[in-house]
């Protein structure tokens, strides 16, 4: 499963990228609020994530942490919560679902198992709080 481990931590330097551009509202070389396909650091990331699926290729399964990246790193630079949760529940954690059945890889199972309830769970809480303000 090197196409998952490799997407793991470049993913994790993702989010260490996208943790900083929140807090300073763009990361060097990029204005504020900037577009992710106008991002070089965007492109920098999908085409680290590509250069995995190619060097990693082991048939179509190991395709699917590539591709679950890519969408991911579209979803996240967004930076819209409700687009992200959309993104994630419905596209990657089904995708990298399936990466880990095929791979055996209970942890990562069990990771978009609880991935993907933890969204639901923030989806019903978020629509409840809502429904109990109309009632009020």
Same mark, same amino acid.
């Given at each position: 499963?090197?196409?998952?481990?490799?997407?793991?931590?470049?993913?994790?330097?993702?989010?260490?990228?996208?943790?900083?551009?929140?807090?300073?509202?763009?990361?060097?070389?990029?204005?504020? #609020?900037?577009?992710?396909?106008?991002?070089?650091?965007?492109?920098?990331?999908?085409?680290?994530?590509?250069?995995?699926?190619?060097?990693?290729?082991? #048939?179509?399964?190991?395709?699917?942490?590539?591709?679950?990246?890519?969408?991911?790193?579209?979803?996240?630079? =967004?930076?819209?919560?409700?687009?992200?949760?959309?993104?994630?529940?419905?596209?990657?954690?089904?995708?990298?679902?399936?990466?880990?059945?095929?791979?055996?890889?209970?942890? #990562?199972?069990?990771?978009?198992?609880? =991935?993907?309830?933890?969204?639901?769970?923030?989806?019903?809480?978020?629509?409840? #709080?809502? =429904?109990?303000?109309?009632?009020?």
């Amino acid at each position: 499963a090197y196409a998952g481990c490799v997407c793991n931590v470049i993913g994790a330097l993702l989010r260490i990228a996208v943790y900083f551009r929140d807090k300073n509202g763009a990361l060097p070389g990029e204005k504020r #609020g900037t577009a992710p396909l106008a991002s070089v650091w965007f492109w920098g990331f999908c085409l680290a994530f590509a250069v995995v699926g190619a060097i990693t290729y082991d #048939g179509i399964v190991s395709l699917i942490p590539p591709v679950a990246m890519i969408v991911f790193t579209y979803a996240i630079w =967004n930076a819209d919560a409700v687009f992200i949760r959309k993104m994630n529940f419905f596209i990657c954690s089904p995708m990298w679902l399936t990466y880990n059945i095929c791979s055996l890889a209970v942890a #990562g199972i069990l990771t978009e198992v609880f =991935n993907m309830l933890s969204v639901a769970v923030s989806w019903y809480r978020f629509f409840a #709080g809502k =429904n109990r303000k109309k009632a009020e």
